[in-house]
Nanobody, 122 residues
């Protein structure tokens, strides 16, 4: 069974930094594309940033210049370095892995982590 486990969330003052980590575990041939989404109270889940297996990245406009996504394919980890955090960045941040290849399956699979809370105080 594939699991995604996030860590690194917490409470930080505006202008501060946090680094989120997500580790994929289980019987995985390839983690595919990995990324981060977030959901604030009363709002829909939205894309923060994704990184493909080849290293290509896609970032939401609201994080460009502040957040950086990176990936360690060998360790099946994805990171989100968040700098210059703002109160509007407060949300639950979810790790996602899509187009995951697992043994004995011709399908590509999509997985979500349980989320980690990020709270930015003003």
């Amino acid at each position: 069974q594939v699991r995604l486990v996030e860590s690194g969330g917490g409470l930080v003052q505006a202008g501060g930094s946090l680094r989120l980590s997500c580790t994929a575990s289980g019987n995985i041939v390839s983690t595919g594309d990995m990324g981060w989404y977030r959901q604030a109270p009363g709002k829909q889940r939205e894309l923060v940033a994704t990184i493909g297996s080849g290293g290509n990245t896609n970032e939401a406009d609201f994080v460009k210049g502040r957040f950086t996504i990176s990936k360690d394919n060998a360790e099946k980890k994805v990171y989100l370095q968040m700098n210059d955090l703002k109160p509007e960045d407060t949300a639950v941040y979810y790790c996602n892995a899509r187009n995951v290849i697992i043994p004995y399956s011709t399908e590509r699979h999509n997985y979500w982590g349980q989320g980690t809370q990020v709270t930015v105080s003003s």
